[in-house]
């Protein structure tokens, strides 16, 4: 993610808004780099020592996540739309409500990554939610 993660403080909401200017590419391209995301970040933290099998510094999982989030926007999402997602995939990967929780406290890449893809899945049903009522 470019040395994105060694930025302080938070480095994980640093790898969140990196991936912020996707939400204009619209729904597709954003799901498609959840994927992407995802299958990079499984074999890179499979390459990380067991001790070291979720170092702040990693972020990718948060780019999956978050452009989880991003693929439940309109594609002329606006900027309050894309603070929204932002905000409430931060707010759902710090606070770790179950099912993210239950990823969390699992060993392995696939785990690492899936608590996020969790977070940002929960943030894109309450964007999804919020668009249909507003």
């Known amino acids: 993610m470019g040395?994105?993660?060694r930025l302080?403080?938070?480095?994980?909401t640093w790898g969140s808004a990196l991936v912020l200017p996707l939400a204009w590419l619209g729904p597709?391209?954003?799901m498609l780099a959840a994927v992407l995301f995802t299958l990079a970040g499984v074999l890179a933290v499979g390459r990380l020592p067991r001790a070291q099998s979720d170092p702040p510094w990693v972020v990718v999982d948060e780019a999956a996540g978050q452009s989880l989030a991003l693929a439940a926007l309109a594609p002329q999402a606006g900027l309050l739309w894309v603070l929204a997602a932002f905000l409430l995939f931060r707010f759902f990967d710090i606070l770790k409500p179950p099912p993210v929780r239950w990823?969390?406290?699992?060993?392995?890449?696939?785990?690492?990554?899936?608590?996020d893809v969790l977070a940002g899945a929960l943030a894109a049903a309450v964007l999804a939610?919020?668009?249909s009522v507003l």
């Open 8 to 12: 302080r403080p938070a480095p994980g």
């Open 129 to 131: 939610i919020a668009r």
């Open 3 to 5: 040395g994105v993660g």
């Open 103 to 115: 990823a969390d406290r699992r060993d392995g890449p696939v785990w690492v990554m899936l608590d």
């Open 28 to 30: 597709g391209p954003c």
